[in-house]
């Protein structure tokens, strides 16, 4: 499915520019066309489900509202192929997701799936400004995660040199990225700042390097977590979201023109709803995103509850692109901390340690019971060179951070200063909350 690359601006200008009503009406009849395979598939759990669904009583994504949700333990229940519309011998790619809690999810892609995945992707890439003439280093982990090949064929797709590097051997990485001339990178944000301080401390200056755009995703970054990398690495971050229920990476995409990244609608319908009630928000509330993707063959989903928290934005935005745009992941319906009875989201501390001058962008949230039986939250986070070389400003610097902390947060952190590279660097997804309180707590 070669397709030449659109001036170097679209990947697809057809589909990534369509009008809004054409595009309404294309998502509401491929939903409609993705019910009546759903219900004609023999699968008990569609019988059930949508016993009650016509079709043809579908007429504009408004209507999707009236549809049951679909939820990850929907796919654990099915463990692992149960929900495949394809029969074995068309499937032709299985990946997974890590599965920290419980038994993994399980995705199942035939041929046609792959190159539907690799071209919403490449709009992606393309946004960035990747053409033929790249040399792209995909240091994503490549394995039962969508991320490594995900990238690795959408990148293959618009005619870059793909480096497959994977995730790890951060110094080999550094090197290849210099001697391979890499103009392109893709990897989790946590993962782009460990490889920009390795090139710093083997004293390599990435801003002289032809390396000019990060394809970062798969884990939630800052504003100002973005400026930090761009910064260190001398590069422009283009933002990718997706996750392996929807196909994976290549769900929605920066465009680098405006906030927030772009969803590639003619493919994925996107909805925003209230986590609790379930019933849909007004755009620009934050709420629950929840998409459907009816043109995948193997496994297709109608209005899958992701747990990621966004705003949609629905303003034209100068790109161009038509569709709507997601704004960051703001949070995780299930990674919210209540924290003696005060919400806490990670995001929230990360902006704010971005914002004290003499730390680094490495830091922990560790939370633990005190001995009055209070929820305990302890930041550590990494003081600056140096900070850590003067020691008469620590007290200054621990100060500083609990006031931001307390104004952020309405809420008093223990704040730990650690040396310099003292907290465990990421080479995929960071683990940023450690949570130590004891059961009854919880
Ligand atoms: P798992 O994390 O369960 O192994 P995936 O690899 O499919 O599964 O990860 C999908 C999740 O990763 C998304 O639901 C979202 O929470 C997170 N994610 C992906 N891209 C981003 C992003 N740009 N910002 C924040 N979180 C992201
Ligand atoms: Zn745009």
Redesign the pocket.
């Given at each position: 499915m070669v397709r030449p690359v659109d001036t170097g601006t679209f990947w697809d200008r057809a589909a990534e520019t369509m009008p809004r009503e054409d595009l309404v009406q294309l998502q509401t009849s491929r939903i409609r066309a993705c019910l009546q395979r759903l219900k004609s598939s023999g699968i008990h759990y569609y019988d059930r489900r949508l016993s009650d669904v016509e079709p043809e009583q579908l007429n504009s994504t408004d209507d999707l509202r009236r549809l049951p949700f679909m939820t990850k333990d929907d796919l654990r229940e099915h463990y692992p192929f149960g929900l495949f519309l394809a029969p074995q011998e068309r499937i032709v790619r299985i990946h997974a997701?890590?599965g920290s809690t419980g038994k993994p999810?399980v995705v199942g892609y035939t041929r046609a799936d792959l190159e539907l995945w690799a071209d919403t992707l490449a709009r992606g890439l393309v946004a960035g400004g990747v053409s033929e003439k790249d040399t792209f280093q995909n240091a994503y982990g490549h394995g039962l995660?969508?991320?490594g090949l995900g990238f690795h064929d959408a990148a293959s797709l618009v005619g870059a040199a793909v480096v497959p590097t994977s995730a790890g051997h951060t110094a080999r990485q550094v090197m290849l990225m210099r001697d391979f001339g890499t103009t392109a990178l893709g990897c989790t944000p946590s993962y782009a700042l460990h490889v920009a301080e390795v090139a710093a401390a083997e004293g390599l200056d990435l801003h002289s390097l032809p390396i000019r755009a990060a394809f970062l995703?798969?884990?939630?970054?800052t504003e100002r977590m973005e400026q930090e990398i761009e910064d260190r690495m001398g590069v422009a971050v283009y933002?990718?979201?997706?996750?392996?229920?929807i196909i994976?990476p290549g769900v929605a995409s920066a465009c680098g023109k405006s906030e927030g990244m772009h969803v590639w609608e003619d493919r994925f319908v996107p909805e925003v709803v209230d986590p609790e009630s379930g019933e849909r928000l007004p755009d620009g509330e934050v709420g629950e995103l929840v998409l459907s993707a009816p043109t995948k063959e193997a496994f297709p989903v109608i209005r899958y509850r992701?747990?990621?928290l966004v705003r949609l934005i629905r303003e034209p935005c100068p790109c161009g692109r038509t569709s709507a745009r997601i704004s960051?992941?703001l949070g995780?319906t299930d990674d919210m901390l209540i924290v003696r009875g005060v919400n806490v989201f990670p995001s929230q501390i990360e902006h704010a340690l971005l914002g004290v001058e003499g730390l680094e962008p490495h830091y922990q949230i560790v939370l633990g019971t005190r001995a009055d039986r209070q929820d305990e939250l302890r930041v550590r986070v990494e003081m600056s060179q140096r900070v850590a070389a003067a020691s008469n400003l620590r007290a200054d610097l621990e100060a500083r951070v609990v006031e931001t902390l307390r104004n952020v947060l309405d809420l008093t952190a223990a704040v730990e200063l650690t040396s310099p590279n003292t907290i465990p660097r990421s080479e995929g997804?960071a683990i940023r909350v450690l949570d130590q309180r004891t059961r009854q707590e919880r």
């Open positions: 997701s890590s999810t995660f969508t991320g995703g798969a884990e939630p970054m933002e990718q979201y997706g996750l392996s229920e994976g992701t747990r990621d960051k992941i995780r997804k």
